[in-house]
């Protein structure tokens, strides 16, 4: 995961099983973390990604969409999008996760 922005951000990610917990990336800085695909096909990493000012939520990892062993991604307020391990050029970009019934701000 790198960070574009021009300023902090926070990310929190996890699976059903597996809490990564809470880490800030600086401006370019990077973020990394392994794990094995479910054997069923099902595994699901989500992130909630945070800079000042704004909230945003997205499934970094979705088995069934992501074809990938090394997932690179590249996040920006704008939106995450999913590089090529090789060139690191932008292949796809996706959409946010729409707001939880808890609303955009993550809970107190």
Not at 14 to 28: E, Q, V
Not at 66 to 89: A, G, M, V, W
Request: hydrophobic share 30%.
């Amino acid at each position: 995961m790198v960070c574009q922005s021009e300023l902090l951000l926070t990310v929190h990610c996890k699976s059903k099983n597996d809490d990564l917990g809470f880490h800030d990336i600086a401006t370019g800085g990077t973020w990394e973390f392994s794990f094995r695909p479910n054997f069923f096909g099902r595994t699901l990493y989500f992130c909630s990604l945070s800079w000042p000012g704004q909230f945003r939520r997205f499934d970094i990892y979705v088995q069934s969409r992501d074809k990938c062993q090394n997932c690179l991604r590249n996040i920006s307020p704008d939106y995450p999008c999913r590089l090529s391990f090789k060139t690191k050029e932008i292949v796809q970009c996706y959409p946010w996760n729409p707001p939880t019934q808890l609303g955009s701000k993550p809970p107190i």
